[in-house]
Nanobody
Framework: QVQLVESGGGLVLPGGSLTLSCAAS????????MGWYRQAPGKQREFVAM???????RYAPSVRGRFIITRDNTTNTIWLQMNNLKPTDTAVYYC???????????????WGQGTQVTVSS
């Protein structure tokens, strides 16, 4: 089993920046894919960004060029640096992971508890 613990959410002004982190624990093996999904009020959960153990990265079109995902394989920790935030980025952000496949088209089996990001003036 894998436990994912997130931190770093909060309230930020439009145009501001925020960084989320997610640390995985519970197993000695490195996790293949880690990333983020988000869910805004009244909407379905959607893919945001992913980074593989190989450091290959994928982004949703809505965040590409504004968000940067990074990873430390030695600690199974990822970060999501969010820049030029917009009110439409307001959502609960969930860390997500999968042992052996990408998580772009479908999430992995492991979820964090979620952290609220609110972009508002």
């Amino acid at each position: 089993q894998v436990q994912l613990v997130e931190s770093g959410g909060g309230l930020v002004l439009p145009g501001g920046s925020l960084t989320l982190s997610c640390a995985a624990s519970g197993d000695d093996f490195s996790i293949y894919a880690m990333g983020w999904y988000r869910q805004a009020p009244g909407k379905q959960r959607e893919f945001v960004a992913m980074v593989l153990f190989t450091k290959e990265k994928r982004y949703a079109p809505s965040v590409r060029g504004r968000f940067i995902i990074t990873r430390d394989n030695t600690t199974n920790t990822i970060w999501l640096q969010m820049n030029n935030l917009k009110p439409t980025d307001t959502a609960v952000y969930y860390c997500n992971a999968a042992w052996d496949r990408k998580i772009v088209n479908a999430p992995g089996n492991f979820w964090g508890q979620g952290t609220q990001v609110t972009v508002s003036s």
